[in-house]
C-alpha cells in the first residue's frame, strides 16, 4: 500500500513520564516498540523519517532522523517537524507506542485526503490524532500556534477543521486492540498468555 503522496513520519518524542523512561526500545511480544513503528511506516510510505523528540541513535534503522524544530513543546512538536520535513504533499504520522497500528489504517484515512484539512483516526475512544495524515499547506497554521505558546493538538484540528475518520464504522474487522498504547511498563503485558 505504499503512497507516494505521502511520507512517513514516525513520532518517537515523547518523555515517557509514566513509562517511567524511554520507551521506544522497550519489546512487545518479542519485537521493539520502535521496530513495529518503522515498519508500518514503510508499508505505507517510500519516504520515511523519524522525528526524534529525545536526541536518541536511530542509526540501525538506516533512515533518516530529524530532532523536534521546536524541543519541549510535545506531541504538536513532533507534527510540526514532520510537516516541515516532508517532501510530498502529506505527512502521515504514527506514535511510536502503538504496537499494534495497522497499514489498513492508513488506507482508510487516504480515502479522505484533503488538500487543505488533516484527516484524523477516530477510535472508538475518541480522536487518535497522532494516527492521521496532515496537508503540507498546514505547516503555517502549526508555525503561528508555536510562535504563541499554543501547544494543543485540538486547536489545529479545529481550526483546520480536520476530517475525522470513524473506523469502527468503515473498517471491516476493527477491533480496539489496533490502538492500544504502550504508557506504562504493565501494558507490554497486553494480550500475553
Same mark, same amino acid.
Given at each position: 500500500?505504499?503512497?507516494?503522496?505521502?511520507?512517513?513520519?514516525?513520532?518517537?518524542?515523547?518523555?515517557?513520564?509514566?513509562?517511567?523512561?524511554?520507551?521506544?526500545?522497550?519489546?512487545?511480544?518479542?519485537?521493539?516498540?520502535?521496530?513495529?513503528?518503522?515498519?508500518?511506516?514503510?508499508?505505507?510510505?517510500?519516504?520515511?523519517?523519524?522525528?526524534?523528540?529525545?536526541?536518541?541513535?536511530?542509526?540501525?534503522?538506516?533512515?533518516?532522523?530529524?530532532?523536534?524544530?521546536?524541543? =519541549?513543546?510535545?506531541?504538536?512538536?513532533?507534527?510540526? +517537524? $514532520? !510537516?516541515?520535513?516532508?517532501?510530498?504533499?502529506? %505527512? &502521515?504520522?504514527?506514535?511510536?507506542?502503538?504496537?499494534?497500528?495497522?497499514?489498513?489504517?492508513?488506507?482508510?484515512?487516504?480515502?479522505?485526503?484533503?488538500?487543505?484539512?488533516?484527516?484524523?483516526?477516530?477510535?472508538?475512544?475518541?480522536? =487518535?490524532?497522532?494516527?492521521?495524515?496532515?496537508?503540507? +499547506? $498546514? !505547516?503555517?497554521?502549526?508555525?503561528?500556534?508555536? %510562535? &504563541?505558546?499554543?501547544?494543543?493538538?485540538?486547536?489545529?484540528?479545529?481550526?483546520?477543521?480536520?476530517?475525522?475518520?470513524?473506523?469502527?464504522?468503515?473498517?471491516?474487522?476493527?477491533?480496539?486492540?489496533?490502538?492500544?498504547?504502550?504508557?506504562?511498563?504493565?501494558?507490554?503485558?497486553?494480550?500475553?498468555?
Amino acid at each position: 500500500m505504499i503512497s507516494n503522496i505521502i511520507t512517513a513520519a514516525v513520532i518517537a518524542g515523547g518523555k515517557a513520564v509514566r513509562f517511567g523512561g524511554p520507551k521506544i526500545r522497550a519489546e512487545f511480544r518479542g519485537r521493539k516498540l520502535i521496530d513495529y513503528a518503522v515498519d508500518l511506516a514503510r508499508d505505507i510510505a517510500a519516504q520515511v523519517f523519524i522525528v526524534n523528540g529525545n536526541d536518541l541513535d536511530y542509526s540501525e534503522f538506516n533512515i533518516s532522523t530529524v530532532s523536534d524544530i521546536v524541543p =519541549e513543546c510535545g506531541p504538536i512538536g513532533g507534527l510540526h +517537524t $514532520a !510537516l516541515h520535513y516532508a517532501s510530498t504533499p502529506y %505527512a &502521515a504520522v504514527l506514535p511510536a507506542d502503538m504496537p499494534l497500528l495497522t497499514a489498513e489504517v492508513y488506507q482508510h484515512l487516504l480515502q479522505y485526503l484533503d488538500d487543505k484539512r488533516p484527516v484524523i483516526a477516530l477510535s472508538s475512544k475518541g480522536e =487518535e490524532p497522532l494516527v492521521s495524515i496532515w496537508p503540507k +499547506t $498546514a !505547516l503555517p497554521v502549526f508555525n503561528k500556534l508555536i %510562535a &504563541a505558546g499554543d501547544y494543543s493538538l485540538r486547536i489545529p484540528i479545529k481550526e483546520l477543521n480536520a476530517v475525522r475518520v470513524n473506523l469502527p464504522d468503515v473498517m471491516p474487522g476493527y477491533s480496539d486492540d489496533i490502538f492500544l498504547n504502550i504508557n506504562y511498563r504493565e501494558d507490554l503485558d497486553y494480550g500475553q498468555p
